[in-house]
């Protein structure tokens, strides 16, 4: 069968699957969640195995440490997916939730039903783990959802598909709700894009260039971020103990992820007082610095920052430090070189904040705490599927609200329009 | 000056408005508006003398009575616009709401504040009375927009522009605010819609074919409906006269609109008693019927209707009849041939209706109501600026909320993430 038949093929079972799942009560979809988590535990032996084979050849072509620890499975990280699954079923359904609804001087109530989107594709990395999350947190939002993960990854993930798989069996479900596409051409990326009559919405999740690859390429809208250039702001108002320990902890806490800090900017008021310290800090941490040139004044032998290094998210222990000469040249440097994803402001002053919560576009904006709380379990909205810097329909983290949608339902004893 | 540089600059300045707009309060805002709505007044003879040269020029291309009514204003008209301007400043701000804000455990205020989305591109057919009313709604969002109306509209729109323009420059706001593509090159629409690094929404309302043609091309999200082939569904435990009086004004009322009825289906119980009446009735009122042959049936000399009847968006005094064998069979014809735009069940059956809300895939969902009221006004949305049948971001008719983006803002005493 030729792919194209093939990736027609899935879109249409999910299609198809979709309109069964929209249906379905809560108790029923979180019965086939715990079956799926039963079914990873049951399976683990299978997906260990063929895991092993995936970061055998992932090793065998050089891929970094960083990489093969993503892509590798143990029995505890089984056990992980299979809880998130548990925790999945454990949370409110969001599909049927009445949103709002009022009544106009006719009589009608009209009001807004959160509903499933229908068919969401997820592009990934090689993170088998993140195969059996985003099934999850789809199947939970009444959407069916076709899985295309890296390809380094493709026979734990199979082995993954096969569990989810069977537990949809267990309970009479269609086995089209979730999908795996299982070959590792990268035209069947391409294909999937095209099928906007199927396919609802496309999260693609990964690398920058992925991403733009696929926002390029698809004709379904697509949800995405391409990367987190989170700035710090230190006012002349901040309280310096508590911005010391806030930038220090959204740098270095876990400086590989997309909202740790990238850029330090401080008031030139207090310039002097605050970075020698926390430079100092940062750099006993092994943080490397790069400053701008009145910072080199202030701490010197340090490298200088170029534009280059304001515009790079380094997703290591590398920060970018610049004094500002006022609150608006803070807000200028970070509508210039922010990404729209996490941005903070660290001042007592109550004016300051609000005007910094009012003006800055970014999906999340902080007042006195670490950017690195961006995350879909820290905001308290339980799992999220990825984290969105766009403007339209979810921004920030994206929890299972997220991924419905909702319609207007109009409830009369026979008004007409006059 | 080359087009493109033309549009670029345009596209700049709309972005560098959008920043200033933002942050501007409501009563700034009103009261612009409400200078909008005195300079169309003020303008209204040179505005009438544009709008003579386009209604002119539209007759000699051989135009239809119905496109130059569209096109046509008069003094009335115009105090129409001016008086929808009023209302536009009379409607809540929506801008730096709070949507929800929650506690979490350690402290964090966690909340969603709504927020402008930058700057909104509109493209539309010759209707010179969109450019204020689009205006007025994107300004107020806090949005900068981008206007291209149809070209038989241009000078029109030229005029209305330089009202608006006066307007925003009596009271200092940037007169990038409001922009309007003064060229009728159709290559300025393509350019448009490349320039996803400054404009964040496009709206294009008309034609289906320039609908397609907008969503094709264009590498900035889009919002949009195609049509709208809407049905009512008369159950057998349907309210019989109730059934006549909705299913009636739902056809006839303004057959031309996109929520106006298209199909009617019938539950087989009750056909006999129902559809002579209500067929007969609809036949006085000039509608032409094309039934199904059960219908044909019941009522004989009717056109029979074909496939081809079922997908087709008549907006005019033409009704498709279908009899179907049960409830069941309603949902599948509207799964197969609605367009998610507005869907009506007429029954005094509680289990059905709820099914009805609940399977029914559509931008608004009735129970014994007639599809016409989907519409921003009467929803109590106040003025909307489109319907969308996408599933992404606004769904139905879009009013000002629909209009805005939201962040999530959070607000702590110095939390750092463990």
Redesign the interface.
């Known amino acids: 069968m030729s792919l194209k038949n093939d990736i027609m093929r899935i879109a249409k079972e999910a299609k198809s699957a979709s ?1 069964f799942l ?2 379905v009560s809560s108790q029923l979809k979180n019965k086939a969640l715990q079956l799926m988590a039963e079914e990873l535990i049951r399976k683990k032996e299978d997906i260990i195995r063929a895991n092993r084979k995936d970061v055998r050849l992932a090793k065998k072509e050089g891929k970094t440490s960083a990489f093969i620890d993503r892509l590798k499975l143990n029995e505890d990280r089984i056990r992980k997916m299979s809880q998130d699954l548990l925790s999945i079923a454990g949370l409110a359904d969001p599909v ?1 939730e009445m949103i709002k609804i ?1 009544r ?1 001087p006719n009589g ?1 109530m ?1 009001g807004k ?1 959160r ?1 499933p ?2 068919v969401i594709g997820i592009i990934y990395e090689s993170r088998p783990d993140v195969t059996s999350d985003c099934a999850g947190l789809c199947f939970k939002a009444g959407s069916a959802v076709i899985l295309r993960g890296g390809r380094e990854s493709i026979n734990s993930n199979i082995e993954i598909y096969k569990a989810l798989s069977s537990a949809l069996q267990r309970c009479d479900f269609p086995k089209g709700c979730v999908n795996l596409i299982q070959t590792d051409d990268r035209e069947a990326v391409s294909l999937l894009l095209t099928l906007s009559g199927f396919i ?2 496309i999260i693609p999740r990964g690398g920058e260039s992925l991403i733009r690859e696929v926002a ?1 390429k698809s ?1 379904i ?1 697509v ?1 995405k971020h391409y990367k987190g250039i989170c700035h710090t702001y230190v006012d002349e108002y901040a ?1 310096l103990a ?1 911005a010391e ?2 930038a ?3 740098k270095v ?2 400086p590989s992820t997309c909202n740790a800090m990238e850029c330090l900017l401080v008031h030139k008021a207090v310039a002097k007082q605050f970075l020698p310290k926390i430079l100092e800090r940062l750099k006993k941490a092994g943080v490397e610095i790069r400053g701008c040139l009145e910072t080199a004044k202030i701490y010197p032998g340090i490298k200088i920052a170029t534009a280059k290094d304001f515009s790079t998210e380094y997703l290591d222990l590398i920060l970018s430090v610049k004094i500002v000469n006022n609150f608006e040249g803070a807000l200028k440097h970070i ?1 210039e070189f922010g990404t729209k994803h996490s941005e903070a402001i660290i001042s007592n002053d109550f004016q300051r ?1 609000m ?1 910094f ?14 950017t ?3 995350d879909g379990n ?3 909205l339980g799992a999220e599927v990825g984290i969105s810097t ?4 979810a ?3 994206m929890g299972l609200e997220d991924l419905t ?14």
């Open positions: 309109l929209g249906g049927g009022w106009r009608l009209v039903m509903a989107l229908g609802d919405l390029d004709k809208p949800i309280d508590m320990e806030v220090f902890n959204a806490q876990r509508a904040g005007k919560l009012k003006t800055i576009d970014a999906a999340c904006v902080y007042i006195n705490a670490s690195r709380f961006t820290e905001f308290g766009d403007k339209l329909h921004r920030g983290p949608t909702y319609k207007y339902i109009v409830i009369g004893n026979g008004q007409t329009r006059t």
